[in-house]
């Protein structure tokens, strides 16, 4: 079982940014798949972005353009780039892991905050 956990959500206010983190214990992290999830009050959890062992990235269409997902293998940790933040963006953000691009994502971090409002 993969550790994770979050940081760097918080308050922004429309248009602003955040950078958040997601720091892996675990052996051979450069071995897993990584994602990036958020849930909404009322919301379904849904996937904002994700990335292979192998660097390739996928977003979700309401993200593209202003979300980046990426990874440091060296620290063990993968990160959300958001620029051009939305309210609809507040959610809490939750960082996942698998092993394998054929299974769901089975590690969890605990999540964090995001809120954009003015």
């Known amino acids: 079982q993969v550790q994770l956990v979050e940081s760097g959500g918080g308050l922004v206010q429309p248009g602003g940014s955040l950078r958040l983190s997601c720091a892996a214990s675990?052996?051979?992290?450069?071995?897993?798949?990584m994602g990036w999830y958020r849930q909404a009050p009322g919301e379904e959890r849904e996937l904002v972005a994700s990335?292979?062992?192998?660097?390739?990235?996928n977003y979700a269409d309401s993200v593209k353009g202003r979300f980046t997902i990426s990874r440091d293998n060296a620290k063990n940790t993968v990160y959300l780039q958001m620029n051009s933040l939305k309210p609809e963006d507040t959610a809490v953000y939750f960082c996942a892991a698998r092993v394998s691009s054929l299974t769901a994502f089975n590690s969890w971090g605990q999540g964090t905050q995001v809120t954009v409002s003015s």
């Open positions: 675990v052996t051979g992290f450069s071995l897993y798949a």
């Open positions: 990335i292979s062992s192998g660097g390739r990235t």
